[in-house]
């Protein structure tokens, strides 16, 4: 019988602790160092999702980590995608296809039966990787959601992989979190915790020296470094909404570009590269604030709830701002949910992207969107129609949109046409996410805005997880680590 591929899982405390950034820079880490290294995620729950290369769609985070090791992103490095619709249902992807929407009570029922699928999914990975990097969703802790676990420690268990944990200190409380998570982990799961990292640190780590101490006596976990907080780490695409604050351009640009933050946000990493323009504020609009009536443009991002997210805007004013903005003479951009939001109608009798029902759109657009269909999961490659500048995308969408701004498109696309705008060109739509990664189409639209685009964004990104993996080999013990997920190879293993 072969041995089993060297994996190892890092599970954290919480969400939001650097789990998903951990495992990318680790990933470029070791595979600077010559290994094969594949990114694994059992389960997600995020409305930032990715195209993989086999079509079908995967939680961002996974896509980063994917690129960090320089392999294409798989539906296998993320088997299942929780994207919620509302605050107790999430549309269900398995291996990159939709199929279906569960209330939260249903899924915690049914979760089990994906754990064949996701040990498929990664035995099809482990078997091309010299080595696989797992990350965990939420904590170990929440022993409340155990029973059929199957993104933390039931998965490690089921496919027998040893799991380190990380400790976010920046929420402070972190002795007790780790010492917390100890005490209310069984003693075969105690056990599968090989030992613990503190990320996200600030200030002198020699003063937390006794902390880590305190923990390893009160767990018997051994310390495998201390991460310092990287401000590089915030030019990666996020996968939670929390993160929406961290690009808020310099008070000085001489363009503002707003941004309302929906209930249902989606794909807000489209926005990332913008936020990173000297030239440009990037203003994310909480909810019961106004928009900024200096704004020059206006983007409604992508929504997992168009019509959900219709009545949220509404009810927060934001209707009546646009409205405002657009009088002004102020352009106003909207990306795939953003776009159909902009149109005179927007119909889902079915409930297929939340609930059922028909809506007034804002008027923005003379155009119509019926959620209906198969979902479209697609890359795609195209031209700007206004400045005859190449794009790349992708497009995660239900519905189709007809009408008669459909006749002023904004892109070409593989010889078909994508979105619509308003007579004056002011308003725009289009289902195309990605768009702004693009430094050829973003330095054309910034120009049409009068601002001049210094950015070059991918090598910006690269350059990101280069710091990052040398970041981590100086304040981890990364052979440690590997030796760690060596250590599966000598114990039993279904995978």
Not at 128 to 142: R, T, W
Not at 192 to 220: E, H, Q, V, Y
Not at 443 to 468: C, H, M, P, Q
Request: net charge neutral; with cysteine.
């Amino acid at each position: 019988m072969p041995r089993p591929t060297p994996a190892l899982m890092i599970q954290a405390t919480g969400s939001n602790a650097g789990k998903s950034t951990l495992v990318a820079g680790l990933a470029r880490a070791l595979v600077r160092r010559g290994l094969k290294v594949a990114p694994f995620k059992p389960q997600n729950m995020s409305n930032n999702a990715a195209i993989a290369i086999d079509g079908g769609e995967i939680g961002r985070a996974q896509a980063v980590q994917a690129r960090a090791a320089r392999v294409p992103p798989s539906v296998h490095m993320n088997p299942v995608l929780l994207k919620p619709e509302t605050d107790t249902g999430a549309q269900v992807i398995l291996r990159g296809k939709r199929i279906g929407t569960l209330r939260a009570k249903n899924y915690l029922d049914r979760k089990a039966e994906l754990l064949p699928a996701v040990l498929e999914s990664f035995a099809h990975l482990a078997r091309n990787a010299d080595i696989v990097l797992v990350e965990g969703a939420g904590s170990p802790a929440e022993i409340n959601l155990r029973a059929g676990d199957i993104a933390n420690m039931g998965f490690a268990a089921a496919a027998d992989v040893p799991v380190v944990l990380a400790g976010d200190i920046d929420r402070g409380g972190v002795i007790a979190s780790i010492v917390g998570t100890h005490a209310v982990l069984p003693l075969d799961e105690r056990a599968r915790i090989r030992g613990f990292l503190i990320n996200k640190f600030r200030g002198d780590a020699g003063l937390f020296d006794s902390g880590l101490a305190t923990i390893t006596r009160m767990t018997g976990w051994p310390a495998l470094g201390v991460v310092p907080w990287l401000p590089q780490a915030a030019w990666l695409p996020a996968e939670d909404a929390l993160d929406l604050e961290r690009s808020n351009g310099t008070p000085s640009s001489s363009c503002v570009i707003a941004v309302p933050m929906l209930s249902r946000i989606a794909n807000f990493d489209d926005l990332d590269p913008l936020g990173m323009e000297p030239g440009v504020t990037l203003v994310f609009v909480r909810p019961g604030e106004p928009i900024p009536a200096n704004a020059d443009v206006v983007i409604l991002p992508g929504s997992k709830s168009t019509i959900g997210d219709l009545t949220f805007l509404r009810a927060q004013g934001w209707d009546i701002d646009i409205a405002a903005h657009v009088r002004r003479g102020g352009h106003v951009l909207g990306l795939c949910g953003g776009y159909q939001m902009l149109g005179r109608v927007v119909s889902d009798p079915d409930g297929v992207d939340g609930p059922a029902g028909t809506v007034d759109g804002l008027g923005l657009l003379d155009v119509e969107t019926t959620m209906r269909g198969d979902k479209s999961t697609t890359q795609v490659r195209g031209v700007h129609c206004a400045t005859k500048t190449p794009v790349d995308g992708y497009e995660i969408h239900l519905g189709r949109t007809a009408g008669k701004d459909c006749a002023r498109p904004v892109l070409t696309l593989d010889g078909r046409s994508d979105g619509a705008q308003s007579t004056d060109g002011r308003v725009q739509g289009t289902y195309v996410h990605g768009l702004f990664t693009g430094d050829a189409f973003r330095k054309a639209w910034l120009k049409n805005l009068g601002v001049a685009s210094s950015l070059a964004y991918e090598t910006r990104i690269d350059s990101a997880l280069d710091t990052l993996a040398d970041h981590l080999e100086a304040h981890l013990d990364i052979d440690r680590l590997l030796n760690i997920a060596h250590s599966r190879q000598s114990s039993n293993s279904a995978a």
